[in-house]
T-cell receptor
Framework: DAKTTQPNSMESNEEEPVHLPCNHSTISGTDYIHWYRQLPSQGPEYVIHGLTSNVNNRMASLAIAEDRKSSTLILHRATLRDAAVYYCILRDGVIQGAQKLVFGQGTRLTINP | NAGVTQTPKFQVLKTGQSMTLQCAQDMNHEYMSWYRQDPGMGLRLIHYSVGAGITDQGEVPNGYNVSRSTTEDFPLRLLSAAPSQTSVYFC????????????FGQGTRLTVV
């Protein structure tokens, strides 16, 4: 399974943008880059995913490096509710039905009021 | 649309007892999986299934059994509970593509005394 590396923790202020980095130097050409977050005492929830191009949705943006060896999750205007552990995960896009989601330690994001 | 439903939410077992954690999804997803999360840690994959009748081991399968007789249900059995199995257990489901979003249940908090 391709591995990802994230900082253990990050801190930001409310209403400021947050850039969460992820390194995945062994990514294969068919791996999708997924981001999930886990709020306190809850199960993980999907944030965004991408393959090659940058992606935007109502929650966040995903910027993918041209060589795909790193990506950045961007929260445009952080709120207190965004305080969570964020996980960057690679998911195989070739073998249908066999895409294990393997979690690392994630980045614990703290938002200061 | 209930999504992924886990029962029970809390359970206390004595060492050596057996029990089944239930997981059901109503989204007709092929892929289902079980994770455990110990305090301060990321999620670790126990077992997963790519469809009815097909299961496979994840990172930490010892002490757990699974079966997948229907698309909707994926129960996790603890054969003889041990204190080391004290954890929060999450079930997840998704379609079987690498681009698919995974949905997680709210978790079962299990304590083995």
């Amino acid at each position: 399974d391709a591995k990802t590396t994230q900082p253990n923790s990050m801190e930001s202020n409310e209403e400021e943008p947050v850039h969460l980095p992820c390194n995945h130097s062994t990514i294969s050409g068919t791996d999708y880059i997924h981001w999930y977050r886990q709020l306190p005492s809850q199960g993980p929830e999907y944030v965004i995913h991408g393959l090659t191009s940058n992606v935007n949705n109502r929650m966040a943006s995903l910027a993918i490096a041209e060589d795909r060896k790193s990506s950045t999750l961007i929260l445009h205007r952080a709120t207190l509710r965004d305080a969570a552990v964020y996980y960057c995960i690679l998911r195989d896009g070739v073998i249908q039905g066999a895409q294990k989601l393997v979690f690392g330690q994630g980045t614990r994001l703290t938002i200061n009021p | 649309n209930a999504g992924v439903t886990q029962t029970p939410k809390f359970q206390v077992l004595k060492t050596g007892q057996s029990m089944t954690l239930q997981c059901a999804q109503d989204m007709n997803h092929e892929y289902m999986s079980w994770y455990r999360q110990d305090p301060g840690m990321g999620l670790r994959l126990i077992h997963y299934s790519v469809g009815a009748g097909i299961t496979d081991q994840g990172e930490v399968p010892n002490g757990y059994n699974v079966s997948r007789s229907t698309t909707e249900d994926f129960p996790l059995r603890l054969l003889s509970a041990a204190p080391s199995q004290t954890s929060v257990y999450f079930c997840a489901s998704s379609y079987g593509q690498g681009s698919a979003e995974a949905f997680f249940g709210q978790g079962t908090r299990l304590t083995v005394v």
